[in-house]
Structure formats: structure tokens, C-alpha cells
């Protein structure tokens, strides 16, 4: 027994017997239709059937189905910075979190097509707890985040997984994916939270907890779709939390979630690796400051990194000119866009109902800020060099 079996993917040794247990179930063989629909059920079934490793699983079955949601739902995937990262190399991915699963299906299909090494990602278990998503999930290779706890058992649970990214990172030679705050964004307003952050650094053993930074490679991402597939259904936590009511997911959300990410409408889609922060890091360490307020500087490199590198589509230019009544950023769209936009807007929201409105329109437009307030923050940085 490991201590980390309530928690990690399976093994190599137990892939086949995994698959065994799932060979039949309805949602896998919908799954492996749809990514081979020329091919009979038995086709994939015998090559399943005589697979044994988690590499295997990803190559032979999830990267054709993943291809698949591409060619049907999307106009395509752009890449920037892969070219620099090294093979046989190991990664700390944060990034962004727009969708479920895609985020880092896409990422590991493009560390796969670039030759480098794939990740172990991060799940939250309230997304798998059908029996047939977590297998699914471990075959994966991800890894599970226990949700809902607090106080001894929050801090033992993040501990765990502090010391699996660890292994994974330092013993292994494994890249870990983990986004850069608990659970996606659901306004577009992408920051990192300083909690992930001091997790990662609990299976630290030196005094000095953010030297944990200095001994991997920590990598921003950002992540960026077009038509957000799941925007609209995003709306009622936002409404729940305006009202500061605790917001209840239905039974089958969860899932509901999953499902749209993957069939619904995304247009363009955007991911950009942002480059290591080995210098930055040195710099924070050498600063003369407390261990929480350096976790607070490496969170504003992070998030300064994604913003940065966040791909600004037409829909982010229009929703903030219809959010800010102004014509500002007309010139990187078209009025075709625009009508389209609109027409999604339209269809999704009730336009009675100012509050959804406003909120959907800013889940495309806070992106747009955060790249000006970047470059603010950027030019005020070089103004106090210069004096």
C-alpha cells in the first residue's frame, strides 16, 4: 500500500485491469465511437483490450478522441512557446482554468505532438465520483483533489498532494498540471491564489519553504477560447454569490459541465507557455521579505505571465465595448463579429435580465483588462527603474 493510492493514477501494472473493468460500460464505447466512427466497436475494443500503460491509453485513445472535439467543435488549436521547452524535462504547469477536462487534454496533446514529456494533472474528486469517471480519470493519469474538507483534514489532504507533486517533479521526471486557483473561473478574471501556491510548498523540508521554487521549473499558461462552451452555465454561481446565497450544484452538473465543454461551441482556441520564471523566483528569494509575502510576489509574476500571454479573441474586444458602451476596441473586429457575438449573447442570456448580461459580457471582457493592467503596471515598473 502507498500512501498515495486514494489519490493517484494507476499504475502501468494495473492499467490493462482497469480497462477490463470499463471495456463495456455505455459512456465509453459512446466516447470511442465518436473518436473512430469508421471503425466497428471491436476495432478499438481488441487494441484496448491489449493495452498496458497509462502512455499507451493517452496516445492510443484520448489524443484520437481529443482530435475529434477539435474537428467538430472548434476552428482550430493555435500553440506559442512549446519551442522552448526541453524534452525529457519535467514542468510545473500553471495555468489558467477555463474548461474540466479540456484545459489539459490540450496541453498534453501539445507536450505529446512536441515530444515532451505529458502531465500529471489535477482533478477535483467531486468530478469524478461516478465509478466510470474515475477509472477513466486515472487511466488519465490524474491525479485527485478531496474537495469540501477543512481544518486537520484540509491541511492533511493538501499535504498529500504537496508531497505526490513532489515526487512527481524531483523522483519521477513527471510534469504536473495544476491550475492556478481552486476550481475554474467562472468571471474570466484570472488570478492565482496564494493558498495553491503555499500548498506546493508543504513537503518543503527546509526552513526556508519558497527555496521549493528554486528546485523545479514552474511554467505559466494561459489557456483561451473564443466562444467559451460552458459560459452560460457559469451563470447561476455567479447570481447565487451576488445574492451571497451559497450556491447548491445540481445532481448531475458536474457532469452536465464536462459534457458541454467538450461538444460545445469554442471557435478558436489559444494555448501559450509562457516560459520558466527561474530568474523571477531568484529575485523574490533574495528579497527581504516574510514567507507569505513572497508567495504574494510570485503570485503577481504568475498572473502578470498569463495575462500576458492570454490570446485576445474579437468575442473579448466586442464584450468589452458592449459592457463599456463604446466603440474603443472596433478595430479588432469585425461588424460580422459583432452580430455574431450578439446573436450568442442573445440566445444564451435573457436581455431583460440586466445582472446575466452584464456578468456574461464581463466573463469575455476581464481578460481585456487584465492585459491593460499589465501593461500599466509594467510601465510604472519601468518609470521607478529609470528614476
Known amino acids: 500500500m502507498s500512501k498515495f493510492d486514494p489519490i493517484r493514477p494507476y499504475y502501468d501494472a494495473e492499467v490493462n485491469a482497469a480497462i477490463r473493468q470499463i471495456i463495456d460500460d455505455p459512456m465509453l464505447e459512446a ?3 465518436f473518436a473512430f466512427p469508421d471503425q ?4 478499438w475494443k481488441s487494441m484496448m483490450l491489449q493495452t ?3 502512455r499507451d491509453f493517452q496516445i492510443k485513445f484520448i489524443y484520437p478522441a481529443l482530435m475529434k472535439v477539435l474537428e467538430k467543435s472548434s476552428d482550430g488549436l493555435s500553440t506559442s512557446g512549446f519551442e522552448n521547452l526541453k524534452p525529457n524535462t519535467s514542468y510545473l504547469f500553471i495555468s489558467n482554468h477555463r474548461d474540466i477536462i479540456l484545459d489539459t487534454s490540450l496541453l498534453n496533446a501539445c507536450l505529446f505532438e512536441n515530444g515532451l514529456v505529458m502531465t500529471t494533472s489535477a482533478i477535483g474528486d467531486n468530478l469524478i465520483k461516478k465509478p466510470f469517471l474515475h477509472i477513466l480519470s486515472r487511466l488519465n493519469r490524474n491525479f485527485a483533489i478531496q474537495r469540501g474538507l477543512s481544518g486537520k483534514a484540509l491541511f492533511e489532504s493538501s499535504m498529500l498532494v504537496s508531497e505526490f507533486i513532489k515526487k512527481s517533479l524531483l523522483n519521477e521526471n513527471r510534469s504536473v498540471w495544476t491550475a492556478q486557483r481552486e476550481g475554474r473561473t467562472k468571471d474570466g478574471n484570472d488570478s492565482t491564489q496564494k493558498s495553491v501556491l503555499k500548498m506546493l510548498t508543504l513537503a518543503e523540508e527546509s526552513s526556508d519553504s519558497f527555496s521549493y521554487f528554486e528546485k523545479i521549473r514552474l511554467v505559466p499558461v494561459s489557456i483561451s477560447y473564443e466562444y467559451d462552451p460552458t459560459d452560460v452555465l457559469k451563470m ?9 446565497e451559497k450556491y447548491i450544484k445540481s445532481e448531475n452538473e458536474d457532469f452536465v459541465n464536462l459534457l458541454r465543454g467538450l461538444i460545445g461551441t469554442k471557435k478558436r482556441i489559444r494555448i501559450s507557455v509562457n516560459g520558466e520564471l527561474n530568474e523571477e523566483i531568484r529575485e523574490i528569494a533574495a528579497m527581504n521579505l516574510s514567507q507569505n509575502d513572497k508567495l504574494v510576489q510570485l503570485s503577481g509574476v504568475i498572473d502578470k505571465k498569463i495575462w500576458n500571454g492570454y490570446k485576445l479573441w474579437p468575442s473579448n474586444y466586442i464584450a468589452h465595448d458592449l459592457l463599456h458602451k463604446t466603440s474603443e476596441q472596433a478595430g479588432f473586429y469585425t461588424e460580422e463579429e459583432k452580430n455574431a457575438f450578439i446573436g450568442r449573447l442573445n440566445e444564451k442570456v435573457d436581455a431583460k435580465n440586466g445582472f446575466l448580461v452584464e456578468n456574461f459580457l464581463s466573463m469575455y471582457a476581464s481578460p481585456v483588462d487584465n492585459q491593460k493592467k499589465h501593461s500599466v503596471d509594467s510601465e510604472c515598473f519601468r518609470l521607478v527603474k529609470r528614476n
Open 52 to 54: 498496458h500503460s497509462l
Open 236 to 244: 447561476p454561481e455567479l447570481l447565487a454569490k451576488s445574492r451571497q
Open 40 to 43: 466497428p466497436t471491436t476495432f
Open 31 to 33: 466516447m470511442m465511437n
